[in-house]
């Protein structure tokens, strides 16, 4: 079973500051993604990534960044927090099947942001 | 939500019973994938579909691409069936980038 695993697991922040989430994941998979969900809204894609490098806009994409050094780590950075901000953050990681394109997502367990 | 429709929204089911969850594409997909997301939170993949079934101990799912929907069929609810079911399609034909619904919520009752 794919391992993801997101730090910090809870964290508050203030209105202004800087936040940075971050995702690791060990089964060399080439796709890594950023996610919310919020009651009624279910999970939207923030950024993405296809490897090392590379960082893709996804639907809501305001208001964060992105940074993947590695093909292990995917961070989303919030420069400047905002109280909408609030919410749940899942990072997932899955394979690109070359040809057969499988993509099965694995999740981390999500962070709790709020921002006061 | 809109392009992945789920339903129904919220379900309660008797343990030892049967059901099945629906979702609908207003768009083409190539594939779906089923999740389920735990009272605690925790997301684990279920199925990743081309057109066809597939079968994994109590569940079964299939997708129609030419009538653009798919059923997650669950045999002998359990209490540990409990949770929040997501499909989620690859619209673009791009299966690194996947439109979720926005969930049926599934409580099995003792």
């Known amino acids: 079973e794919a391992a993801v695993t997101q730090s910090p697991r809870n964290k508050v922040a203030v209105t202004g500051g800087k936040v940075t989430l971050s995702c690791n994941q060990t089964n060399n998979h080439n796709n890594m993604y950023w996610y919310r969900q919020d009651t009624g809204h279910g999970l939207r894609l923030i950024h993405y990534s296809y490897g090392a490098g590379s960082t893709e806009k996804g639907d809501i994409p305001d208001g964060y960044k992105a940074s993947r050094p590695s093909q292990e780590n995917f961070s989303l950075i919030l420069e400047l927090a905002t109280p909408s901000q609030t919410s749940v953050y899942f990072c997932?990681?899955?394979?690109w099947g070359g040809g057969g394109g499988q993509n099965t997502l694995y999740f981390g367990a999500g962070t709790r942001l709020s921002v006061l | 939500g809109d392009q992945v429709k789920q339903s129904p929204s919220a379900l309660s089911l008797q343990e030892g019973t049967n059901s099945a969850l629906r979702c609908n594409f207003s768009?083409?997909?190539?594939?779906v994938q089923w999740f389920l997301q735990n009272p605690r939170g925790s997301l684990m993949n279920l199925f990743y579909l081309v057109p066809g079934t597939k079968e994994n101990g109590r569940l079964k799912s299939t997708f129609n691409s030419k009538e653009s929907y798919s059923t997650l069929h669950i045999r002998d609810a359990q209490l540990e069936d409990s949770g929040t079911y997501f499909c989620?399609?690859?619209?673009?034909?791009?299966?690194?980038?996947?439109?979720f619904g926005l969930g049926t919520t599934l409580q099995v009752q003792p």
């Open positions: 989620a399609a690859d619209g673009t034909g791009n299966t690194r980038k996947l439109i």
């Open positions: 768009i083409a997909t190539t594939t």
């Open positions: 997932a990681s899955g394979d």
